[in-house]
């Protein structure tokens, strides 16, 4: 009886640790996407005193107003992606 009683509460136990591991398995994930969200984010606004965006997709924007509208009003361009899934939209003139 002894025996089954320890072996039944290893088992709860066992279970609660397991639930617990995949609960802060969830939080970490989580506040790495967001940290990443955060610095890609950073990254891609434009230097005050360059209007250029720093690295990741290379700061462009979905729309020419939302674009020229981020770089104080200077005219920007269309650029196509230069491979299949890479970065492309609207950013400034070069």
Known sequence: MVGQ?????????????????????????????IQNYSMMTAANKPAATTLYSGIGTGGFYGSEAAASKAYGGAPVNYTAPTAPGGAGGWAIAQ
């Open 5 to 33: 009683g320890a072996a039944q509460a290893a088992g709860t136990i066992g279970a609660a640790n397991a639930q617990a591991q995949g609960l802060a398995g969830i939080s970490g994930s989580i506040n790495s996407g």
